[in-house]
T-cell receptor
Framework: EAQVTQNPRYLITVTGKKLTVTCSQN?????MSWYRQDPGLGLRQIYY???????DKGDVPEGYKVSRKEKRNFPLILESPSPNQTSLYFC??????????????FGPGTRLTVT | QQQVKQSPQSLIVQKGGIPIINCAYE??????FPWYQQFPGKGPALLIA?????SEKKEGRFTISFNKSAKQFSLHIMDSQPGDSATYFC??????????????FGRGTQLTVWP
C-alpha cells in the first residue's frame, strides 16, 4: 500500500531531551516536507526537500533539523525541544515530476508534547 | 506576515447548501493553489488545485474560482453533504522546476454541514 509513515505517533518528552521523528514513504517520491499544525494557525511548513540533494527552510525552521540521506526517509530532529514545540507534526511527500507532480500525500501525524 | 489569508474561520450550512471559502494572497509569483481537506484525527488530503492560467476548475461537487487580478481564489462546494464536514485549508506555492517549492497555508476553515 502506497503510504507515508511516521513514528512515533505520540510522544511526551521533557525540555532539552533530543528526539527524532521518523518519516518514510514507499512511493519513490522526490519531494518530502514537514509541517506543524497548531490550533488557529493552520499548517506551517518547517523544512522541505525537493530531492536527496536539496533541502530548504520553510516558514518555521527554528529549533528543527532535517536530514535527507536517502529518497524514502526524511527524519525531523529536535536537538533541544522546548514547550513551544508542542504541536501536531505531519510529514508529506510528492512525486516531484510528471503531471501530478505537485500532489502531496500526508502521513498520519505525530502528536508531540514537550513538558 | 501571513502569505495566504483564509476566511471565514468557521462555516455552518444546511445539507444542500453551497459553502464558499475564500483565500487571498499577495505574492504574484505563486503558481500553484491547492485546497486540502482534513478530517479529525487524519492528515490533510489534496482536494483540488488550480494554476493561475485558468479562472475555474471543477472536480465533482468541488469548484475553485480564481481571480488573478484580485489575487483571490475560493472553494465552492455544491450540494454540500454532512460527510463534507471537515477543516479546509487553502495554500499557495511557487514551483521550483517540475516540483513543489515552499508551501504557504491559510489558517483553515471548519465547515459543518447540518443534515
Amino acid at each position: 500500500e502506497a503510504q507515508v509513515t511516521q513514528n512515533p505517533r505520540y510522544l511526551i518528552t521533557v525540555t532539552g531531551k533530543k528526539l527524532t521523528v521518523t518519516c518514510s514513504q514507499n512511493m519513490n517520491h522526490e519531494y518530502m516536507s514537514w509541517y506543524r499544525q497548531d490550533p488557529g494557525l493552520g499548517l506551517r511548513q518547517i523544512y522541505y526537500s525537493m530531492n536527496v540533494e536539496v533541502t530548504d527552510k520553510g516558514d518555521v525552521p527554528e529549533g528543527y533539523k532535517v536530514s535527507r540521506k536517502e529518497k524514502r526517509n526524511f527524519p525531523l530532529i529536535l536537538e533541544s525541544p522546548s514547550p513551544n514545540q508542542t504541536s501536531l507534526y505531519f510529514c508529506a511527500s510528492s512525486p516531484g515530476t510528471g503531471g501530478i507532480s505537485y500532489e502531496q500525500y500526508f502521513g498520519p501525524g505525530t502528536r508531540l508534547t514537550v513538558t | 506576515q501571513q502569505q495566504v489569508k483564509q476566511s471565514p474561520q468557521s462555516l455552518i450550512v444546511q445539507k444542500g447548501g453551497i459553502p464558499i471559502i475564500n483565500c487571498a494572497y499577495e505574492n504574484t509569483a505563486f503558481d500553484y493553489f491547492p485546497w486540502y481537506q482534513q478530517f479529525p484525527g487524519k492528515g490533510p488530503a489534496l482536494l483540488i488545485a488550480i494554476r493561475p492560467d485558468v479562472s475555474e476548475k471543477k472536480e465533482g461537487r468541488f469548484t475553485i474560482s480564481f481571480n488573478k487580478s484580485a489575487k483571490q481564489f475560493s472553494l465552492h462546494i455544491m450540494d454540500s453533504q454532512p460527510g463534507d464536514s471537515a477543516t479546509y485549508f487553502c495554500a499557495a506555492s511557487i514551483g521550483r522546476g517540475s516540483t513543489l517549492g515552499r508551501l504557504y497555508f491559510g489558517r483553515g476553515t471548519q465547515l459543518t454541514v447540518w443534515p
